[in-house]
């Protein structure tokens, strides 16, 4: 201790000596000024020429940062725990004084422990019990990626008023929900308090980050919703070459002219890369011109989630600000000074000179971390087995263990009330329910749900350049539609837009590819082919074309593509009902049949319509290298002059691996061709159908766009209009019948109605007495008032007459305190006998008036008014 002294006086010396030379200074160059003030005199030109030249600059209003001070929080409501300390609480931070004053002593160069700062109420409060371990009633906040993605998505980031020290204050979680604002300390206490409770080995850390970090700039960072997954290349397994495969024809190309063609290519690309890799250094020399002077010295808070709970592989850190996980080794984070949770406090006692990348998080290693408390439930550091050997005294064992109890001290209970978010909050997140995040060449909006019309919730921009001027592309995300529409993606270099769905749209739509929502247009439409009858998944269309895609049907058809011709009139207004376009060819395929044999089992079939021809061609056997096909020439069955045409064998042209007799025949052919016809008449109506399908789908997505109705759910009740409806009725009608009890219970006339047998008619007589019974109750009621007034009244002042009276017999031997007492007491027996003098002053004013009054409605009641107009 002595030691300590000299050395606090020789510190309270040397800046004593320091003070007295500033102040020296100081009067040495306040002279010079004087005199300068002195010699320099402004004309009137020289004034003029400055104002001009101070109204031609341009000052720049930087933005209001988010203001977040005690002075802005009602600390009026705020419960006990928070406005004081509990004794333990008390010795808590007593410990906590003694160990950064040994840790100042013995680490002089590092700076002071961010131990108890002050509250919203401004009272100090440990750290460690700041933290309040919360599991919430949402499974989304389960996991830590959710729960730290709502955190950054809740509340706004304030800045620390100074970077390079941690914040005087440290809000309790429940304040800074409430106000959803915060700094990266309140950011990181809510979290660790989060994720505790959802059984998380989580910490928060005092540490220090990088520029971009601390500040929450996510400029030079891509957006993860741009990042495209890895897609997995899955070799296909080569089938084993066949005994008596036909070789493949040989490669006639020249090998020369390959490899010129390899070499051109190699060339551009390694060009295209030297310019992309100048472009990349070009960027980064420009990102590194900018570097930030405080390096190293901004104070930052992430949050440190350890291996082996929940789980959990590998230890990781978390940003707050972003809700992104990092890696222990990553660059963003430049030191870590101390880290603690709801239990204990552990100071880093390595070196961060290499960042974070060679710290160790063993905190049961006391060389490497310090801890505050003996009770920490972190494991010990291992020993080698001659350490083990030598500490296998029984005595040292049990010694050692009597001084840890001796020593040992348990963290307090959290002074913070349990933290709470309303489903309210929870559904809105946001800030005023509106969020924006800046990228590199992207930005990122958030949205509460049903803040919009449309039921947009988020959207991103990606951009050309890093000034965000020129927009590639587009995607917005939706909920709650009624059209089931969940995201849309537009493309702004192609035009090209895609709305994708979730299964529940009336026509079953999974995605819609388009450029133009103008029927007979390039589109692509993507169906949920469980939830239609025919089986389709996809359809393309052009103005000249239409594909179909099917699956599950049971004729097995698996293709459809349909030609289209220019259509021969020329209406105001072509579309498929009015004026279908004429078909040229349809092609269809087929998949396998297993009831019917390979050789009569359809393939593929083509109707050329133009040419009046049907091709056909079967599938392939098993044991067989070409497949059958035949090909029949459609004619009319009439000629010119109206004769009928008979069957020819040159009206059907096969191939046949196998011939057989019955397909040869004239009948089995005509037969095959009728089949074909009505079959044709079916596939056209069928391609007329998805035209009309295609225009169908068009007018229900602009109706949809057009309204764009959200849906509610039934245990919503504060959207659902008609849940809503229903409740407020209710509430009515049990309103009205509350209204009615009591004015049954506020009867005057009930208590000598009673008096009455049941259901007997008044006379007037009986009518009369009633009056009179109740306006003399009434008078007794209102004088036995004035009397208990005037009763009290006189008691109050005999009672103060004979305090006054024993004050005058004792006034000399009174002590200050009971002359105290004596004056407060006279001045509350005063206050009440004001106002018991003031009600009965006002008793005797409305007594006459209530009377009449009530003399009034007993003439005015409905019982008695017929049997009392005699009398008015």
């Known amino acids: 201790m002595e030691v300590l002294k000299e050395k606090v006086e020789e510190e309270e010396a040397a800046e004593r000596e320091e003070a007295a030379e500033r102040a020296e200074r100081g009067e040495k160059t306040k002279r010079p000024m004087e005199v300068r003030r ?24 930087p933005e209001k940062l988010l203001a977040f001070t005690k002075d802005t929080i009602d600390t009026s ?4 725990s928070y406005q004081s300390n509990t004794l333990k609480e008390e010795h808590l931070l007593q410990v906590a004084d003694n160990f950064s004053r040994q840790y100042s002593h013995l680490c002089p160069d590092r700076v002071p422990l961010f131990l108890h700062p002050l509250n919203e109420c401004e009272v100090p409060k440990f750290v460690s019990t700041t933290i309040r371990p919360t599991l919430m009633p949402y499974p989304e906040l389960y996991n830590w990626d959710t729960c730290a993605q709502f955190i950054s998505d809740f509340l706004s980031m304030v800045p620390l008023p100074d970077p390079l020290k941690p914040p005087l204050y440290l809000y309790s979680s429940t304040t800074v929900l409430k106000y959803q604002k915060g700094n990266c300390f309140d950011f990181s206490t809510l979290l660790c308090s989060m994720l505790i409770g959802a059984g998380y080995d989580a910490y928060c850390v005092n540490g220090y980050g990088s520029q971009d970090l601390c500040h929450m700039d996510l400029t ?13 290349v899955k070799e296909e397994e080569k089938a084993p070459p066949k005994k008596y495969a036909i070789k493949p024809p040989r490669d006639l190309t020249s090998r020369f002219e390959q490899e010129q063609e390899m070499k051109r290519q190699e060339a551009i690309k390694a060009e295209e890369e030297n310019r992309r890799k100048q472009e990349e250094a070009r960027l980064l020399e420009q990102e590194n011109a900018k570097t930030d002077p405080l390096h190293g010295l901004r104070v930052h808070s992430w949050v440190l989630v350890l291996s082996g709970k929940r789980e959990v592989p590998e230890s990781f850190f978390i940003d707050p600000f972003t809700a992104r996980s990092y890696s222990t080794q990553d660059d963003h984070f430049l030191g870590i000074e101390s880290l603690w949770n709801h239990k204990n406090y552990w100071v880093n006692m390595q070196d961060c000179w290499n960042c974070c990348k060679d710290l160790v998080f063993d905190l049961g290693d006391p060389v490497r971390w310090e801890y505050l408390l003996l009770g920490t439930d972190k494991p010990f550091l291992s020993l080698t087995e001659e350490e083990d050997e030598g500490m296998n005294d029984d005595d040292d064992v049990e010694n050692l263990g009597k001084e840890d109890e001796d020593k040992s001290f348990d963290m307090p209970p959290s002074w913070v009330e349990q933290i709470e978010i309303s489903p309210e909050a929870f559904e809105t997140r946001c800030p005023n329910g509106k969020k924006v995040i800046q990228y590199k060449r992207a930005k990122l909006e958030k949205w509460a749900p049903y803040l919009n019309n449309n039921g947009l919730v988020c959207r991103l921009t990606t951009y050309e350049d890093l000034e965000c001027t020129k927009t590639l592309e587009m995607k917005e995300w939706y909920q709650n539609r009624e059209d089931m529409l969940e995201l849309k993606h537009i493309n702004k270099i192609t035009g090209l837009n895609v709305d994708y769905f979730k299964p529940g749209h009336p026509q079953a739509l999974r995605v819609h590819s388009y450029k133009s929502m103008q029927p007979e247009m390039d589109r692509v439409m993507e169906f949920y082919e469980t939830a239609r009858v025919d089986g389709l998944i996809k359809r393309e269309e052009t103005p000249k074309t239409m594909t179909e895609h099917y699956q599950g049907r049971p004729d097995f058809l698996s293709y459809r593509h349909v030609n289209f011709g220019p259509r021969m009139k020329k209406l105001a207004l072509n579309s498929a009902e009015s004026n279908p376009r004429p078909m040229v060819k349809i092609t269809e395929r087929f998949f396998r049949n297993p009831a019917k044999p390979a050789d009569e089992d359809v393939a593929e079939r083509v109707f050329l319509i133009a040419e009046e021809r049907i091709q056909l061609r079967y599938h392939c056997r098993s044991d067989h290298i070409t497949a059958n096909k035949r090909e029949f020439l459609r004619r009319t069955e009439v000629d010119s002059k109206g004769n009928k045409i008979i069957m020819t064998p040159d009206m059907c042209i096969s191939f046949e691996v196998e011939p057989m007799e019955h397909t040869k025949k004239l009948l089995y052919q005509y037969e095959a061709m009728m089949k074909l016809k009505n079959e044709e008449k079916l596939s056209r109506h069928q391609a007329w159908e998805s035209e009309l399908e295609v225009l169908e789908i068009l007018k229900l997505r602009e109706e949809e766009e057009e309204a764009h109705t959200l849906t509610i759910s039934i245990y919503d009740t504060k959207r659902n209009e008609k849940s809503k409806e229903y409740r407020e009725a209710m509430e009515r009608v049990l309103h009205e019948e509350h209204l009615r009890q009591v004015e049954a219970q506020l009867d005057y006339l009930a208590p000598f109605l009673a008096q009455l047998p049941p ?3 008044l006379t007037r007589w009986q009518a009369v007495r009633l009056k009179d019974e109740c306006l003399n109750d009434f008078k007794q009621r209102l004088i036995d008032k004035a009397n ?11 009672e103060l007459q004979k305090k006054q009276q024993w004050y005058q017999e004792n006034q000399v031997t009174l002590t200050p305190e009971d002359e105290d007492l004596y004056l407060s007491y006279c001045s509350q027996a005063m206050f009440r006998i004001r106002i018991l003098e003031q009600r009965l002053s006002r008793h005797k004013e409305l007594a006459p008036l209530k009377y009449l009054a009530l003399e009034e409605k007993l003439y005015k009641d409905p019982r008695l008014v017929e049997l009392l107009k005699v009398f008015v």
Do not use: N, W, Y
């Not at 010699?39 to 209003?61: A, Y």
């Not at 208990?788 to 109050?796: D, Y």
């Open 38 to 61: 002195e010699e320099t005199t402004m004309t009137q030109e020289m004034l003029r020429d400055l104002e001009r030249k101070l109204s031609e600059i341009e000052v720049s209003v």
């Open 77 to 80: 409501k705020l419960p006990l």
């Open 788 to 798: 208990l007034i005037q009763a009290r009244f006189e008691k109050e002042t005999q």
């Open 220 to 232: 030079r960072e891509v957006c993860p919703l741009t990042m495209k997954p890895k897609e997995s």
């Open 759 to 761: 259901g007997e008619k």
